[in-house]
């Protein structure tokens, strides 16, 4: 098993399946058999999980909407999705717990970092919900804030594509997959990975992200035991 503790991140899109908005109850299913073939061999695992599927802040904004209160919505979109996929996991018999960057005492656990730290260590998926807390940061800042601060040893970026690609390949046919790639190649290129913000972080932490296809069965699994599964990032 090459990594013992990770951090999942999950787009709120990819709960859609094949529908145009909202959570696939079957593709939930789909993760949370995922998700139980790492956990039961021992790997510590945190999620995070997006919002847009419900609601995004950044089209808030475009419509007319304050900023501020557009991401305020988006984290509790993301919450939406973490008591969906929390209820997910338990009907496969995972133990989870859900903790709020925002305090919702009636449904999540408030997060506080020790907290968070002794779940997993008692083999408690632990899910991060409302983002970081703060407007203007996106759900992949909150995955490189919380991966840090948990002494995760990579972050896996779980997406509709298998990997970072010189152009985006559901446009460009002729895009070439990266197997690897350092954090300053993605600067110079201008690949789209993670938002800025959410890259520093990573790279001033000598954090690693592996961009890899979540919707294929096994790649999880295959992943945590080493395989090249993906695009690394380090």
């Known amino acids: 098993m090459k990594y013992k503790r990770v951090l999942l991140k999950l787009s709120g899109e990819a709960l859609m399946g094949d529908k145009q908005f909202g959570i696939d109850n079957a593709r939930l299913a789909k993760y949370a058999e995922q ?7 021992g790997v510590e695992l945190a999620i995070v999980i997006g919002g847009g599927n419900i609601f995004r802040g950044v089209q808030a904004e475009q419509g007319g909407m304050d900023r501020t209160h557009g991401d305020y919505m988006g984290m509790l979109a993301t919450m ?27 449904i999540a656990e408030p997060y506080i970092r020790r907290r968070a ?13 409302a983002g970081t807390g703060n407007p203007f940061f996106t759900t992949d800042s909150a ?23 010189t152009q985006d390949p559901e446009k460009d046919p002729n895009a070439e997959k990266y197997e690897t790639i350092s954090f300053d190649d993605v600067y110079a290129n201008g690949l789209n990975v993670m938002d800025m913000t959410a890259f520093t972080l990573c790279k001033e932490n000598n954090l690693p992200i592996i961009v890899f296809n979540m919707n294929k069965e096994g790649n999880l699994k ?13």
């Open 35 to 41: 998700i139980k073939e790492i956990t039961d061999l």
């Open 80 to 106: 939406i999705n973490a008591m969906a996929l929390q209820s997910s996991l338990e009907t496969a018999g995972i133990d989870s717990r859900l903790l709020s960057a925002i305090e919702m005492k009636e």
């Open 117 to 129: 730290v002794r779940h997993l260590e008692k083999g408690r998926v632990v899910i991060f919900g």
């Open 143 to 165: 995955a490189s804030l919380r991966a840090i601060e948990i002494n995760a040893d990579v972050i896996l970026k779980g997406t509709r594509v298998d990997g970072v690609y």
């Open 222 to 234: 295959r992943l945590i035991e080493g395989e090249q599964v993906g695009t690394v990032v380090d």
